[in-house]
């Protein structure tokens, strides 16, 4: 993974990426040349219909999926590392030890309990929290020792942020974590999402199709059909107990 010095508030800079998938007539393109900033301890909202790119973005940015152009770096302790082009290992560490997912499935193992299934990436980690530490962020001490069976969907979306953020990422991803849960449930899940951002100043980007929960972000980015159509700043920025949809 290539580096090199980089502004240290500059977490993402993605410039003219694009990514299709297939070839000739029935070529997808999934994004078209999109330049992105994104700084350090943003709270930032992607909204955008189905097939508009935003999980495509986020993918790329995660290090889950590679671009088919442009560039994507991203910038830690002053150093800027290139995503794009970089190597299977590379970007398996990157992921591993940089960034943690929440997506709309929990992918939680049900026959664990969740401070088991937070320990799972605990012990893959160079510098974790504990799990009961990690529980705690999102409001579930009290749960640390049930079954997945025994939890509501907005519990097990809560110990799934907890094993994304037990890592201490420096980047949370979230790809419309709370588009299984009803609004009630939902706000508790941003809550904690919220929560995590204000003590740990993890650098936040969520995807949703729920244009309310915008409200509670520092930037508004909306895409359609593979490119960025608006970016705003978000002079009101409301928190999570007070969103509905």
Not at 49 to 66: E, M, Q, R, V, Y
Not at 75 to 87: C, F, M, P, S, V
Not at 104 to 132: G, H, K, W
Not at 220 to 237: F, M, Q, S
Request: aromatic share 4%; proline share 4%; net charge neutral.
């Amino acid at each position: 993974m290539a580096m090199h010095d980089g502004d240290q508030n500059l977490v993402f800079r993605a410039r003219g990426l694009s990514k299709v998938y297939g070839e000739g007539p029935s070529a997808v393109h999934a994004l078209r040349g999109v330049d992105l900033d994104i700084r350090r301890g943003e709270f930032v909202v992607l909204l955008g219909a189905s097939g508009s790119g935003k999980s495509t973005l986020l993918n790329i940015l995660g290090g889950l999926d590679t671009a088919t152009a442009g560039s994507a770096c991203w910038t830690h302790r002053g150093q800027t590392h290139e995503l794009i082009g970089a190597k299977d290992a590379e970007l398996t560490r990157y992921r591993r030890e940089h960034v943690g997912f929440v997506f709309q499935f929990y992918n939680l193992i049900p026959s664990l309990t969740a401070r088991e299934n937070v320990s799972l990436v605990t012990d893959l980690c160079i510098d974790p929290m504990p799990p009961e530490a990690a529980l705690a962020l999102v409001g579930l001490s009290n749960r640390a020792d049930h079954f997945v069976s025994q939890l509501s969907g907005g519990e097990q979306q809560r110990v799934a942020i907890a094993r994304a953020i037990a890592k201490r990422p420096a980047v949370l991803l979230g790809d419309e974590p709370t588009g299984a849960l009803d609004c009630a449930t939902g706000v508790l899940v941003l809550q904690a999402m919220e929560h995590i951002h204000q003590t740990l100043g993890t650098t936040t980007l969520v995807i949703t199709h729920n244009a309310p929960i915008a409200q509670m972000a520092d930037r508004v980015l909306r895409l359609a059909d593979g490119r960025i159509v608006e970016a705003r700043a978000n002079p009101d920025k409301r928190p999570a107990s007070a969103l509905s949809w």
